[in-house]
């Protein structure tokens, strides 16, 4: 994966003082061959991201991608 969106992200809330309101909520569903995983990004208990994969990284790196233009931060 050439953009790691979960280390810009960690990395402009850290800049901003932020990152310790950061937490994931991650879900499961599915047969256990083929999941799907839906994680929420939040910040202070405030979603700002949500993504889906077929692997839990991968939802988290929808979210993140999510919660980064949100953030209106462009690719560093």
């Given at each position: 994966?050439?953009?790691?969106?979960?280390?810009?992200?960690?990395?402009?809330?850290?800049?901003?003082?932020?990152?310790?309101?950061?937490?994931?909520?991650?879900?499961?569903?599915?047969?256990?061959?083929?999941?799907?995983?839906?994680?929420?990004?939040?910040?202070?208990?405030?979603?700002?991201?949500?993504?889906?994969?077929?692997?839990?990284?991968?939802?988290?790196e929808a979210?993140?991608?999510?919660?980064?233009?949100?953030?209106?931060?462009?690719?560093?």
């Open positions: 994966m050439n953009n790691d969106a979960i280390s810009t992200l960690n990395n402009r809330l850290q800049a901003l003082g932020k990152d310790a309101g950061l937490s994931w909520v991650d879900h499961k569903q599915g047969e256990e061959h083929s999941p799907e995983w839906t994680s929420q990004c939040k910040l202070d208990d405030q979603v700002i991201g949500t993504g889906r994969g077929t692997q839990k990284n991968l939802a988290r979210a993140a991608r999510m919660a980064l233009a949100r953030l209106n931060v462009v690719d560093e």
